[in-house]
């Protein structure tokens, strides 16, 4: 099993403003799992504004943009949030169900991972909790988990 890490509880997190977020999801929402079975996580996608993109993560979610070559489609396109101007690999991140806790690691990116402005180690686990800003590349994400 990969080696869990976890970020100081001490952290500097910046706050995106939520009252830009709309009521309703710009993006559909989209499932890894069956209804009613892991984490239900909303991350608010810093762009123009902030845009919520809710999922559900039983097991793992990949987080990227398509690659036509292979036909990799991931579960989490950054497409819609200029992913690739911003920095995004194809296989950027991945979303893990560890212990009954989510967890983020960077998958090699190019650009890198950072979680709560902390660059994060390639192949590595961190713990993910409310509040918390992930940046991929140049693409900034709240975490909000219910």
């Known amino acids: 099993m990969a080696e869990l890490s976890n970020i100081a509880s001490e952290r500097r997190t910046m706050r995106l403003s939520e009252s830009s977020v709309p009521s309703q999801a710009a993006v559909p929402p989209f499932h890894t799992s ?3 079975s892991g984490w239900q996580v909303t991350l608010l996608v810093h762009d123009e504004r902030s845009v919520p993109l809710q999922l ?6 990949i987080l990227g943009r398509p690659d036509e070559v292979d036909g990799f489609m991931p579960e ?3 497409t819609p949030f200029h992913g690739r101007d911003k920095g995004v690999s194809r296989r950027h991140a ?12 960077d998958l090699g990116s190019t650009n890198g991972t950072r979680l709560n ?5 390639p192949n590595r686990f961190y713990r993910v909790r409310e509040g918390d800003l992930l940046q991929f590349g140049n693409l900034y994400m709240l975490v909000k988990l219910s």
């Open 34 to 36: 069956r209804a009613g």
């Open 76 to 78: 989490i396109d950054t």
């Open 56 to 61: 559900t993560v039983s097991e793992r979610a």
């Open 117 to 121: 402005g902390q660059l994060l180690q």
């Open 94 to 105: 991945e979303f893990t169900i560890i212990d009954e806790q989510l967890h983020v690691r």
